[in-house]
């Protein structure tokens, strides 16, 4: 089973060569890929009111994340890129392609584009986007995205996009970009039958936000019955597993790994943060002991 490492957005700070430090060394420890989350603006407390603000408020520290991504692609060598989730539709899609194809290019092909709709309605206001359509939107954009990593000179005409006969240069090295799926929350552990069904029909692949109890094995289960409702196979669509690692030992992870692998999940990603761990030792040492926990158990 593979394995990844969620970059600890919010626990990480600003020095860049502790953060450097500590990409350096989840690669060399032999993860598979490092998992970026993205937000682009966080919202006050003392105006606004949502669960997660209590992690992804205006005072945590996030790094804007494709301008991470540059950065990361140019001081790694086969480390996977993933967006963990970038919020789709609160970004223009064309830009988008252009940033992602950018960071393929610069990566070598490293790049995976996790995608989501997001739950702060604040910064799709201040970024002039949408709420309320964002689910059905994203789906086009995905569509638009395929279109300009293949196709040199594209001419689409949906319900939210225009592209009069304009292409990307560079493309990506992968056409397409593979995208991925992130979908669930603490605050939210049954998504919406819609996005499940987005993900049997349009993902390439799907980084679930809850645990592999006897919910999660619901809800992989009706994943599957979606992708196969559209003449899908679903074992051509990869699951990977969330692993906290706060509260629990070696003996706890091997048993979400060991959970995982039972619900058919092909790669599982290590959560480090919430531990009150320093950055970015306390942060490689416990993802070290996670690795050869997996290392174990394969």
Known sequence: MKAGA?????????????????????????????FVADHVLGADPKFHSHPSLATYSHEAVVHEALTLMAYLA????????????????????????????????LSGGRLRLGVGVGWNAVEFEALNETFDNRGRRSAEQIAVL?????????????????ISHAGLNPMPIQRPIPIWFGVGSRDQPVPPEAALRRIA????????????????????????QHARETGRDPATLPLEGR????????????KQVAA????????VIA?????GLRFPEGHLDVLGRFKETVRKAS
């Open 74 to 105: 140019a001081i790694t060598h086969r480390l996977t890129l993933a967006t963990g989730i970038l919020i789709l539709p609160q970004r223009q899609t064309a830009l988008v392609a252009k940033q992602a194809a950018e960071i393929d290019v």
């Open 201 to 224: 029909r349009l993902a390439d692949g799907w980084s679930p936000n809850f645990a592999p109890d006897t919910q999660g094995q619901a809800l992989v289960a009706r994943v599957h």
């Open 6 to 34: 969620i970059f600890p957005q919010t626990e990480c700070g600003t020095d860049v060569a502790a953060i450097g430090e500590f990409v350096r060394t989840v690669e060399a420890m032999g993860f598979d890929h490092l």
């Open 271 to 275: 959560e480090p943060r919430g531990a």
């Open 146 to 162: 395929r279109a300009l990593w293949t196709q040199p000179v594209v001419d689409f005409r949906g319900e939210f996009h225009r």
């Open 243 to 254: 692993i906290r690692l706060a509260g629990r030992g070696p003996d706890g992870w091997a």
């Open 260 to 267: 995982w692998n039972a619900l058919g999940a092909t790669s």
